[in-house]
């Protein structure tokens, strides 16, 4: 039996209309954009001294908009100019110490040496030509015995401060040993390393901002002791400013690091420009803050939005809407 035409024709027609609305719907579908929710997420940083001291100046107030390097507060550097003080004598007494046993006995005391050791070989001779001659006595019987061993025992006491003088005579021509001169060069590295190091205490006195910022706090006042990194300021960095974002996981495709995106706020209709920086790996329930047409019970992932031309209407915790563009490259 053949089909009818009357029945055929139509049918494929409508089944062609139906085809082409659905390539339709799934384009306009593909090119729409992906929106998410999340809240920019500014860093904070508490500010203190890594020295402890009593608080002797805080020169900004809350709400003020700080430099990179701009001086915040110093404690009482007293103490800490006292204590340099003491470690750069400490250097300079060590120097000096290290100078005398590397230039060894200075020429006058050489001189010294050879003068005690000409004395010394004269004694010894007096006292050998003596011993000689009371030798001499014992023998014809005008001296005894008594006399001749006192001869000889100060024959055999000059002999000996005679060899000492000669060795006090070498070792000021030889110079201090090399274990000694080591020992004062390791002393004049630690004396050198303490004085450095109260330099270092003497400049952490001053309390500088590490980047620039708002001041959100001002927590303590002049005058307060200071226990080493009681935070005395909290700082709310300008840059670089965050949105924490999450997406569903049909969608993780679209958000790849790299993924150019914009944000919008409610406080102003500025488009800001972004850049996802940071997709987690793991999953995790919505959280409250998130305001999505899913269930909360569903599983997200959490993404990192670096804002580029962020600027003072972005604040901590502000709700801002995020949209990825259906096609994105990046750059």
């Known amino acids: 039996m053949k089909p009818n035409p009357r029945i055929v024709i139509p049918v494929v027609l409508l089944l062609a209309g139906a085809a082409a609305a ?4 799934n384009s306009h579908e593909d090119e729409s954009a992906l929106t998410l929710y999340g809240n920019v997420d500014i ?22 908009t700080i430099t990179a390097g701009q001086r915040l507060a110093r404690i009482d550097p007293q103490p800490y100019e006292d204590a340099l ?10 120097q ?14 050489v001189q010294q040496a050879r003068a005690s050791v000409r004395e010394a070989e004269a004694a010894f001779r007096d006292a050998e030509r003596n011993f000689e001659r009371q030798q001499g006595l014992v023998e014809t019987g005008a001296s005894s015995q008594r006399i001749l061993d006192a001869a000889a025992a100060q024959r055999e006491a000059t002999a000996a401060r005679l060899a ?3 060795e006090a005579l070498a070792l000021a021509r030889e110079g201090f040993r090399s274990e000694d001169i080591a020992a004062a060069r390791a002393n004049l590295a630690a004396a050198v390393a303490r004085r450095d190091q109260a330099k270092t205490q003497l400049d952490d006195t001053e309390l500088t901002a590490p980047s620039e910022g708002t001041l959100l706090a001002r927590i303590r006042e002049p005058g307060s002791m200071l226990m080493q990194g009681e935070p005395v300021y909290s700082l709310s960095l300008d840059k670089p400013v965050y949105v924490r974002a999450y997406v569903a996981e049909p969608d993780l495709g679209r958000t790849a690091p790299g993924t150019l ?3 919008t706020s409610d406080a102003s209709d500025k488009v800001y420009k972004g850049r996802i920086g940071f ?8 959280p409250k803050s998130v305001e999505t047409a899913e269930l909360r019970t569903d599983l997200v992932y959490r993404l990192r939005i670096v804002v580029t031309d962020a600027d003072s209407r972005l604040r901590q ?3 801002v809407t995020v949209e990825v563009p259906r096609t994105n490259g990046g750059e």
């Not at 659905?22 to 719907?25: D, S, V």
């Not at 860093?43 to 003020?64: K, N, Q, S, T």
């Open 22 to 25: 659905a390539y339709f719907f």
């Open 43 to 64: 860093r904070e940083v508490e500010l203190g001294f890594r020295v402890p001291g009593r608080l002797a100046a805080m020169d900004v107030d809350e709400g003020a």
């Open 85 to 94: 003080a003491a470690a750069e004598a400490g250097v300079m007494q060590a």
């Open 96 to 109: 000096a110490n290290v100078d005398k046993l590397e230039s060894g006995a200075r020429p006058q005391e």
């Open 164 to 166: 000492s003088a000669r």
């Open 261 to 263: 995106v914009e944000v």
């Open 279 to 286: 997709v987690s790996p793991r999953a995790e329930f919505t």
């Open 317 to 319: 915790g502000m709700p």
